[in-house]
């Protein structure tokens, strides 16, 4: 089914069909052609089921909250605390874009708000300062894709959803790579500072203003404290989490801030409960694809296939790396992870691969996919801000797609990047 599945699902995709419908139609109609009629009911009926569980509430419920927040005017108190701490050094407006990227992460957990919330006002300032605006806005794009991997991150909860791993241990696991590629950014930025010419370092910001700086970024920062103190103290669960998540970006937002106002909550709800409403029927789609699967034994006949090229699990997965990266060029993060998590996990879970571990694997590269063209969505809402064409940001990025590509294949080889810290609290063995 495999084999005629994915040729199907991409007719059906470049004839226009949306994703979900193709995700559902491509193995209903197998099913037809194979006499199953009586399993395409079991198809659909799992599409609602899929979508029928507790867990999945934090989808809604985080993306919400990240809505509360950028309307509530975080990004600006983000970006000024980052100046303060990091705007001197060289190139001092690139690397607070990258940390900026790095805060706002641990508040949205997606990589389109991250560019639409950071690039409207960065690429502008950062062209004011004199950089390019096509260096403004690659910058911008490739440190967005941290977004996605440091917790809380949509794709973490589908992913742990779909295939049976603990959030928690996932937004732990995700952690340490979201820092590691947004050092390597920085450290990529300072060696291009000459050969690009970028602006010299600025005055250092003294205590006082670094103070103040502080003090306006301490409500936002303490979000993600509160939601991972809170998930590994027991305090709550992930979805429990979620809902604290957006009473404390309300309470922020009304009280604390005071820049939300009554008039803001109708556009709020609209634009979360429409994103939501994509991502929800994604996964009871993908739920409902995973059944057919397993009826078909796809696993089992992907493992066979796989172990027929190589048995060292090694080169498998740097195979399985390169796949991810093509398939990203074409799939946002999330469906991707929801076709491809039921039938690449199982094969690397019986060859002794953490799952926890190829989570992360998967995660990080398919994120990075959203810089690749032709498809690599973060490139076409970044070409959208900037003002610059798609081809012109894609060619721009390609230093920093490089360096990223180089981070992933160092959390494929060294396990202990991602599972440390889930050992340390104590989610792993």
């Known amino acids: 089914m495999l084999s005629l599945f994915l040729p199907l699902f991409l007719v059906f995709l470049f004839c226009g069909l949306p994703v979900l419908f193709a995700l559902i139609a491509a193995?209903?109609?197998?099913?037809?052609?194979?006499?199953?009629?009586?399993?395409?009911?079991?198809?659909?009926?799992?599409?609602?089921?899929?979508?029928?569980?507790?867990?999945?509430?934090?989808?809604?419920?985080?993306?919400?909250?990240?809505?509360?927040?950028?309307?509530?005017?975080?990004?600006?108190?983000?970006?000024?605390?980052?100046?303060?701490?990091i705007g001197h050094f060289r190139a001092g407006l690139a690397h607070v874009n990258i940390l900026s990227s790095m805060l706002f992460a641990g508040l949205s957990g997606?990589?389109?708000?991250?560019?639409?919330?950071?690039?409207?006002?960065?690429?502008?300032?950062?062209?004011?300062?004199?950089?390019?605006?096509?260096?403004?806005?690659?910058?911008?794009?490739a440190s967005s894709i941290i977004g996605p991997i440091i917790p809380p991150s949509g794709i973490m909860i589908i992913y742990a959803y779909v295939m049976g791993e603990s959030v928690a241990a996932l937004f732990l696991a995700g952690i340490v790579p979201g820092i590691l590629i947004g050092v390597s950014l920085m450290v990529l930025v300072r060696l291009l500072a000459d050969r690009e010419g970028l602006p010299a370092a600025t005055e250092k910001a003294d205590w006082k203003t670094r103070g103040n700086a502080s003090l306006k970024a301490f409500w936002p920062l303490l979000t993600p404290i509160i939601i991972m103190g809170g998930i590994l103290g027991g305090v709550f669960t992930p979805t429990e989490a979620s809902a604290i998540a957006v009473a404390y970006a309300f309470f922020i937002g009304f009280f604390v801030l005071r820049s939300l106002h009554v008039r803001d909550v109708p556009g709020i709800l609209m634009r979360s409960g429409l994103t939501s409403s994509v991502v929800l029927l994604l996964v009871g789609a993908a739920m409902a694809f995973k059944t057919v699967a397993?009826?078909?034994?796809?696993?089992?006949?992907?493992?066979?296939?796989?172990?027929?090229?190589?048995?060292?699990?090694?080169?498998?997965?740097?195979?399985?790396?390169?796949?991810?990266?093509?398939?990203?060029?074409?799939?946002?993060?999330?469906?991707?992870?929801?076709?491809?998590g039921p039938i690449l996990g199982p094969v690397f879970l019986n060859m002794g691969v953490d799952p926890?571990?190829?989570?992360?694997?998967?995660?990080?590269?398919?994120?990075?996919?959203?810089?690749?063209?032709?498809?690599?969505?973060?490139?076409?809402?970044?070409?959208?801000?900037?003002?610059?064409?798609?081809?012109?940001?894609?060619?721009?990025?390609?230093?920093?797609?490089?360096?990223?590509?180089?981070?992933?294949?160092?959390?494929?080889?060294?396990?202990?990047?991602?599972?440390?810290?889930?050992?340390?609290?104590?989610?792993?063995?």
């Open 27 to 85: 193995p209903a109609a197998l099913l037809w052609f194979n006499g199953q009629e009586r399993d395409i009911v079991l198809l659909y009926r799992n599409v609602y089921n899929g979508m029928d569980s507790f867990p999945l509430m934090a989808v809604p419920f985080f993306m919400l909250a990240g809505e509360l927040m950028n309307r509530a005017g975080i990004t600006e108190r983000l970006v000024e605390f980052s100046q303060a701490v």
């Open 294 to 340: 397993s009826l078909s034994h796809t696993p089992e006949l992907l493992a066979s296939v796989l172990l027929g090229l190589t048995e060292n699990p090694l080169i498998l997965l740097f195979l399985i790396n390169i796949l991810l990266f093509v398939v990203g060029m074409f799939l946002d993060a999330g469906p991707a992870i929801i076709i491809l």
């Open 356 to 429: 926890v571990h190829f989570a992360i694997i998967m995660a990080v590269n398919l994120t990075v996919g959203l810089l690749t063209p032709p498809m690599g969505l973060v490139l076409f809402v970044t070409s959208s801000v900037s003002r610059l064409s798609v081809e012109t940001v894609a060619r721009a990025v390609l230093p920093f797609l490089a360096v990223e590509a180089v981070i992933i294949f160092m959390i494929t080889y060294i396990p202990a990047i991602s599972l440390t810290l889930p050992r340390l609290f104590g989610f792993l063995e």
């Open 110 to 141: 997606s990589a389109v708000a991250d560019v639409s919330a950071l690039g409207a006002m960065m690429i502008p300032a950062m062209e004011k300062q004199g950089y390019s605006r096509k260096f403004a806005a690659a910058v911008t794009a």
